[in-house]
Nanobody
């Protein structure tokens, strides 16, 4: 059973920074893509940033230039560095693993962490 565990959320003032980490129980190289989504009550889950095999990254327009996603293969961790935070960035942030290669077999499955709360407020 693959597990993803987020950490690093909290309360920060507008303009501040936070660093979210997602620790995976499998090698992050085995995932097709790993990413961060966010969700607020009553809204759909929104893709924030994603990094895929080969190193391609993608960001939502609302966070481009402020957030950076990166992978630490040695620690099986994906990090989301969030700078210049705005109140509208307030949400639960969830780590996602999209598709997993294991033992020569591809599992077309979405894996999710439990989420970590980010609150941007003065």
């Amino acid at each position: 059973q693959v597990q993803l565990a987020e950490s690093g959320g909290g309360l920060v003032q507008p303009g501040g920074s936070l660093r979210l980490s997602c620790a995976a129980s499998a090698s992050i190289d085995n995932f097709n893509c790993m990413g961060w989504y966010r969700q607020t009550p009553g809204t759909q889950r929104e893709l924030v940033a994603r990094v895929c095999r080969g190193g391609d990254t993608a960001y939502s327009d609302s966070v481009k230039g402020r957030f950076t996603i990166s992978g630490d293969n040695a620690r099986n961790t994906v990090v989301l560095q969030m700078n210049s935070l705005k109140p509208e960035d307030t949400a639960v942030y969830l780590c996602n693993g999209d598709g997993l290669w294991y033992g020569g077999t591809f599992f077309n499955t979405q894996y999710w962490g439990q989420g970590t709360q980010v609150t941007v407020s003065s």
